[in-house]
């Protein structure tokens, strides 16, 4: 073999390489543009939330009024989310401080002025969660339901005499939100949630009227931060 073949040899060889690494190329960029979630919902977290309460008060009894228990409320919550495609399932449980009270006085034949206090010092939930993730998996928005749990202390005066109780009542709880993720680990959340205990009696049965019976229908909206792991 001359050395004019030899090169020509190595030319050649030298243009099929180039030709090969630029036909490689765009094979391996396109092998590459998978789209991936920005977000994963996944993992545990916890949290704080403030908000504001609105509990209507019913009076199934001889006084016959219904007034509004109002307050801020406050707490920390936790949790845990697992995703599935856009899916997410998840559990959460809060505990919450709240300064819900109302008073009222109603004027009765022969009893004369009865005065009912009730307020509301904390609750608590345990909840399932269930939201939709969206395209870019940093916003979700979900239901909620579950059960609820709450100190309710009433007071009623009649004839003179106070009579207070304190006790911790169940309820139903059930609402509604949308989070966004808001870095990696960070997320901000807006929620509502309505809980309702059913019929409560007061303390005790006064003479004439009998026992004041109330129920207690809760609407809390609060806003609050999660950590995730």
């Known amino acids: 073999m001359t050395m004019d073949s030899i090169k020509a040899a190595a030319a050649a060889l030298a243009i099929l390489s180039m030709t090969g690494a630029a036909e490689a190329e765009p094979r391996r960029t396109n092998a590459t543009t998978i789209k991936q979630p920005v977000h994963q919902w996944t ?3 916890v949290g704080g939330n403030v908000g504001y309460g609105v509990a209507g008060l019913t009076d199934n009894g001889p006084l016959a009024v219904t ?5 801020a409320i406050g707490g920390i919550q936790a949790g845990y989310n697992h995703q599935i495609e856009s899916i997410v399932f998840g559990v959460e449980a809060d505990i919450q401080a709240s300064a819900q009270e109302a008073t009222y006085t109603r004027n009765l034949p022969i009893v004369g002025d009865l005065t009912v206090s ?3 010092p904390y609750f608590g939930t345990v909840r399932g ?3 939709y993730a969206f395209d870019c998996g940093c916003v979700m928005a979900y239901g909620t339901l579950g059960w609820a749990y709450g100190a309710y202390q009433p007071s009623v005066t009649a004839f003179g005499i106070t009579l207070s109780g304190d006790y911790t ?4 709880a059930a609402g509604a939100g949308v989070e966004w993720m808001v870095s990696k680990n960070w997320s901000a ?3 509502a949630l309505y809980l309702d205990t ?3 009696g007061s303390p005790t049965s006064f003479p004439i009227i009998g026992q004041v019976h109330m129920r207690v229908r809760d609407a809390v909206t609060r806003i609050g931060i999660n950590y995730h792991f």
């Open 43 to 45: 993992g545990f977290y």
């Open 67 to 71: 007034s509004n228990m109002t307050g």
């Open 118 to 120: 009730q307020k509301i």
């Open 129 to 131: 969660r269930i939201g």
């Open 169 to 172: 009542r169940s309820a139903l």
């Open 189 to 191: 959340k807006l929620e």
């Open 198 to 200: 059913g019929n409560i």
